[in-house]
């Protein structure tokens, strides 16, 4: 069974730092597209950064770009989101998803349970 479990979420604040990990079991995560999306209260869940099976060309949102690195380890079968200099806005539930899209993140056939992040003072 295809399975993503979320963690290091947590109460930061601004200014600080996070690291998520997507730990992945019941398939290979080299043929997969792994990426991050969140989900702010009272919005939509938008795409965050999204890495693909080679880890080149990472892909990240605008508001983001510069703060947040995203990496993968499939020895490790786990895919991590740096994040750093976070902002209030930041503040949302944070889910990993996996794709085989070759050159996005769309089309999610699993998605995690999600990790809450919240920034504040």
């Known amino acids: 069974q295809l399975q993503l479990v979320e963690s290091g979420g947590g109460l930061v604040q601004p200014g600080g730092s996070l690291t998520l990990s997507c730990a992945t079991s019941g398939f290979t995560l080299d043929s997969y597209n792994i990426g991050w999306f969140r989900q702010a209260p009272g919005k939509e869940r938008e795409g965050v950064s999204c890495?693909?099976?080679?880890?080149?060309?990472?892909q990240y949102a605008g508001s983001v770009r510069g703060r947040f690195t995203i990496s993968r380890d499939n020895a490790k079968n786990t895919v991590y989101l740096q994040m750093n200099m976070l902002k209030p806005e930041d503040t949302a539930i944070y889910y990993c998803a996996a794709t085989r899209e070759i050159y996005s993140c769309g089309n999610v056939e699993v998605w995690g349970q999600g990790a809450l992040v919240t920034v504040s003072s």
């Open positions: 890495i693909r099976r080679s880890s080149t060309l990472p």
